[in-house]
């Protein structure tokens, strides 16, 4: 099977990309060390060619491969009330998923056919999210695939893990969206002031979306165009970032372009751009 990913994530930008990947977009270069800016949604940053091939190669390759990953409402979520006005919903998420971990798995074999787990694994990926964030990055990140069907959805959550040292101070989610032409919309819907007031469409190819979580959010249902229910998927590259510890070794570690080595944080929050923001508020 042709590897119709590039092994390194770098050879999909556009100028426009790569301008970030470098750290010379004034307007993205650091954009979440803002902490009113919980996402950056950024268009026009992947050649639309490339991406549509890569997402048709991964259409082809992995959709048998993947497995269910569904949490529904509890059935006693109603019946079990005791007191007015007292909901509880835990995260509730219908789509399917390919945790790229398992080298013996169907879906890692199939990825690695088509070069899209060299190309999730290749500096650049972790680069792209660093120049965004503005902070280095452990070198070890997790990867994952998510496609949505119709009426796929992620419920409200925050994505905090709290029992986690090394994640509950906050980490960083970098999604790039292959959405195909079955597919009619799916948004984002963020909060701000306390409020699910915002949302941006994420049902894009080649869109890139990059996250400093925690922050509330969902992701709507999927929907297919009249009679395209057969070609409506959504696919999601996920890469799971932790924050570099303080006096980590350069070696494992992926700096933020033209940073300074041993600064986690080395850029100033960029001003000018319209981005997501969230006060006290992205994964899927």
């Known amino acids: 099977m042709k590897k119709t990913f590039p092994s390194d994530f770098a050879d999909l930008l556009t ?55 569904e949490d529904p409402i509890p059935h006693d979520s109603i019946s079990g009330m005791t007191m007015n006005y007292m909901e509880l919903l835990p995260k509730t998420v219908r789509n399917r998923t390919a945790l790229l971990e ?24 972790a680069a792209f999210a660093a120049a965004v964030t503005g902070r280095a990055l452990r070198r070890k990140w997790g990867i994952q695939v998510l496609c949505y069907g119709p009426g796929d959805y992620s419920g409200p959550h925050n994505d905090h893990h709290p029992e986690e ?69 959504r696919w999601v590259l996920l890469g799971t970032f932790l924050d570099a510890a303080p006096g980590a070794r350069a070696g494992s570690t992926v700096l933020p372009a033209g940073a300074l080595k041993g600064a986690p944080e080395a850029r100033s929050p960029a001003r000018e751009a319209t981005f997501g923001s969230g006060g006290g508020a992205g994964r899927r």
């Open 165 to 233: 040292p090394e994640a509950r101070d906050g980490y960083v989610d970098m999604h790039v969206s292959l959405t195909m032409p079955g597919a009619d919309h799916q948004y984002l819907v963020y909060a701000k002031d306390g409020h699910f007031t915002e949302m941006t469409r994420v049902s894009t190819v080649g869109g890139i979306t990059v996250y400093r979580l925690p922050f509330w959010h969902y992701t709507t249902p999927l929907l297919a165009k009249p009679g395209r229910e057969d070609t409506c998927r």
């Open 102 to 125: 398992n080298r013996r798995s169907r879906s890692y074999r199939a990825a690695e056919a088509v070069g899209l787990t060299d190309m999730m694994r290749s500096d650049s990926f």
């Open 15 to 69: 100028p426009k990309g790569r301008r970030i990947l470098k750290g010379k977009d004034r307007e993205v270069t650091g954009a979440l060390l803002d902490p009113a800016r919980p996402f950056v949604s950024l268009q026009g940053v992947i050649d639309a060619k490339k991406a549509t091939a890569c997402r048709d190669a991964l259409d082809a390759a992995l959709r048998d491969t993947l497995v269910p990953m």
